[in-house]
């Protein structure tokens, strides 16, 4: 079957890759993925994807030096649920069948054999998915603050427990106390902020982690001024008052959750998602389990 | 925050009446001795056939049920924490008469999805079933992913869905909204 796409190949529009150049000081040449989506008709929320690697030369031929397809699926299908091992068939297929009784899912498509659900309300799932973004916001800033400053209370201990399970959750937890026991150990080795943050920037695992450890430290300078450390004590200080500074910043963090879904406030979420909290409360068990922050007491004294 | 106290409340409203947990009401209140097989055996007589029960007929049911009497203290005791964490509806139909009790809407869909009113290890099994599915196409989803044209082709003709889709009357064009992405830079072809 020939794929035809509405727009013509990179190789040959020249309109095209004017424009990128024109948009760019790099030197070619450039690797350039290039993504082209496709959204079958229907709204099925099947999601076609053909994705190009290339590399583009200012002066000379560009050339694509692979090419892969993805095919994203909506919803679930049950086999999807059972192949985790987690649960078995009759508790999973009563869940589901609970589910559909209830109209919370609904049959979507059929792929490959295998019947695929979706949530039937759409505000629903657009709910779901923010609460999703705070949960994994949440989670990275914990994992940030078992790593590095404090164990987990025993509230925050059960509630990994929960999503996880006791025997994944214990070698979980093993694991952190073992960094957080490394980096305290480490840090009385550390002479100057500076040589601080270079340690950790090692443990990042992206490039967003590092320049957030860059934005801190330049914040944390901004705070204290040009003071000038002369001394290894004065240096010492300092690097103990970043780690505070750390700190607190990522304490503050847990406490207001900023995240990525375009919410600036837990309460400005729980605002626009007050009629679909109020529908679906016999749902708040297990919505809790994964952002409770949002169906806790408002806090009037902010 | 937002100056409206109407939405607060409300929403504390709903905090409150569902917190119906046995785990934490095991807790924080009871100590070890509640009996949360009287809960259980409530709010399945309730779930079944008649749903509204008057207050002996019920205590009758449950002691049926449980297969011993109950005092009527911890039964009056269960009642009305039942009735306050919102599982239960009260109905008093004046003094003298009779008084009735049913679950409540959202009582009645908790315990169809097994969210109350079975052992509290079955609770926290079914939470987290349903946390699974409900999350799965937003935590878990992985595409399927094909690197040989002739494979992506072969995948789209087999699902019929989907050649339905995309033959629709437009002859060999996939019917799309083409976006090209260079990158994360979106640019307007």
Request: aromatic share 12%.
């Amino acid at each position: 079957m020939d794929l035809t796409y509405q727009t013509r190949s990179l190789r040959n529009n020249r309109k095209i890759t004017k424009e990128y150049w024109a948009e760019r000081e790099d030197e070619s040449p450039v690797l350039e993925n290039i993504e082209f989506i496709c959204y079958p008709k229907g709204n099925l929320g099947v999601v076609l994807k053909r994705i190009e690697y290339w590399q583009f030369n200012r002066y000379s031929k560009n050339t694509k030096y692979h090419q892969e397809y993805l095919c994203e699926l909506p919803g679930f299908s049950i086999e999807e649920i059972l192949a985790s091992k987690r649960f078995n068939d009759d508790d999973v297929n009563f869940a589901s069948n609970a589910l559909q009784a209830l109209k919370l899912i609904e049959p979507s498509i059929e792929f490959r054999g295998k019947k695929r659900f979706i949530i039937s309300d759409r505000i629903l799932h657009e709910f779901l998915l923010n609460l999703w973004i705070i949960h994994e916001a949440e989670f990275s800033y914990q994992v940030k603050k078992w790593k590095y400053f404090d164990a987990p209370t025993s509230q925050e201990k059960s509630r990994i427990i929960n999503l996880l399970g006791e025997q994944e959750a214990a070698r979980f937890f093993k694991q952190l106390d073992r960094a957080r026991s490394i980096h305290n150990e480490d840090l009385r080795k550390f002479r100057t902020t500076e040589e601080y943050t270079e340690y950790i920037k090692k443990e990042c695992s992206d490039f967003w982690e590092v320049l957030v450890i860059d934005l801190e430290l330049d914040r944390y300078k901004e705070v204290r001024g040009n003071k000038k450390l002369v001394t290894d004590k004065d240096k010492k200080d300092d690097l103990h008052k970043f780690v505070n500074f750390r700190k607190e910043g990522l304490y503050k963090n847990l406490k207001y959750l900023p995240d990525n879904s375009g919410y600036g406030s837990i309460e400005k979420l729980k605002m626009d998602y007050k009629d679909t909290i109020e529908k679906y409360t016999f749902f708040q068990p297990i919505l809790k389990g994964i952002c409770p922050k949002v169906f806790e007491a408002n806090d009037d004294s902010e | 925050m937002f100056g409206n106290t109407t939405t607060t409340e409300g929403l504390n409203m709903i905090e409150a009446a569902n917190s119906y947990s046995p785990e934490e009401y095991r807790d924080k209140k009871s100590g070890s001795n509640y009996n949360f097989n009287i809960d259980n055996a409530i709010i399945q007589i309730l779930l079944s056939k008649p749903t509204k029960l008057g207050h002996n007929d019920l205590k009758i049911k449950i002691e049926n049920l449980l297969g011993k009497s109950i005092w009527p203290s911890t039964y009056i005791g269960h009642i009305k924490r039942l009735t306050d964490v919102g599982i239960l509806c009260k109905e008093d139909h004046g003094i003298g008469k009779k008084i009735e009790y049913s679950l409540t809407e959202n009582a009645i869909k908790q315990a169809r999805l097994n969210l109350i009113g079975v052992p509290k290890k079955k609770i926290i099994l079914f939470r987290k079933i349903y946390q699974t599915i409900l999350f799965n196409d937003i935590s878990e989803s992985i595409p399927i992913r094909l690197e040989v044209e002739e494979d992506f082709d072969k995948l789209i003709l087999a699902e019929c869905m989907l050649r339905e889709v995309i033959f629709n009357g437009e002859g060999y064009q996939l019917q799309i909204m083409l976006t090209v992405w260079i990158s994360h830079t979106k640019l307007e072809v």
